[in-house]
């Protein structure tokens, strides 16, 4: 058995706990031991999530004018909070993805949903609200072609594995564009040299953007930025909404 003090400790010393997230010892407290364990993993106290999106552009929307206006969009969205992710550009779709806390993703997802003028379609293929680091250090942007000659037909049973195939690999390349530099950002020119194999491709974006099997942006809001409505069982069975009959 093993046994943990509760004693109180005085504000001053649960402040200075609370900043440098100590390492646990036999005098710290369960909120302590739980701080300690998150700093050394890297975890942030902040709950952090991630979100991964394919789409199509209007006719007539260019892709200089669309890689503007994400850039204003996650700014903007950046109130709530600091947002990292990669937006790709391909020639028939687009893919992106963004890292950062709860509120300021959704202020982006609904930034986006309002701009559905400028879109064809937008799918939500991947979301996590709770995620143990970031793989992006900065927010980044670029336009490319990625030919890999990959489509393949995809069935209901096949879906998964395209969709996790193409968010972690959108995931892989946050090492490869490091803080978002254009030196950077022009590492992805250079795809076939170091994500020959997980390189999201212009086949398999477009691919997803056109199955009805993934849900659309408005659908997946609909359920995601819903206020959570709680009842507890007493409101159900107390009072009784109208007389008993004996």
């Known amino acids: 058995h093993c046994s943990m003090s509760t004693a109180p400790r005085s504000p001053a010393s649960q402040q200075s706990g609370l900043a440098s997230s100590p390492t646990p010892g036999e005098d710290d407290n369960l909120l302590d031991a739980v701080l300690a364990r998150m700093a050394e993993s890297g975890k942030s106290q902040e709950t952090v999530g991630r979100v991964c999106l394919v789409g199509r552009l209007a006719e007539g929307s260019g892709a200089v004018a669309f890689k503007e206006w994400t850039a204003a969009a996650v700014n903007e969205a950046q109130r709530a909070g600091e947002l990292t992710g990669l937006l790709m550009i391909l020639p028939a779709a687009w893919i992106l993805t963004v890292e950062g806390p709860l509120p300021a993703i959704t202020a982006l997802l609904r930034a986006i949903a309002q701009g559905d003028a400028m879109f064809n379609a937008i799918k939500v293929i991947a979301s996590t609200e709770d995620v143990s680091r970031r793989y992006f250090q900065a927010w980044g942007a670029k336009q490319l072609s990625v030919q890999r000659n990959n489509f393949a037909e995809v069935d209901a049973s096949g ?41 999201p491709s212009n086949e398999r974006v477009a691919q997803l953007v056109d199955l009805d099997e993934v849900p659309d942006l408005s659908a997946f809001l609909s359920i995601y930025d819903a206020p959570v409505d709680i009842v507890m069982q007493s409101d159900r069975v107390w009072p009784p909404e109208g007389p008993m009959v004996y």
């Open 159 to 199: 879906l998964p594995a395209l969709i996790a195939d193409t968010s972690i690999g959108m995931l892989k390349l946050g090492p490869v564009v490091g803080r978002m530099g254009n030196s950077d950002l022009a590492r992805l020119d250079n795809w076939s040299d170091h994500s020959a194999e997980s390189m």
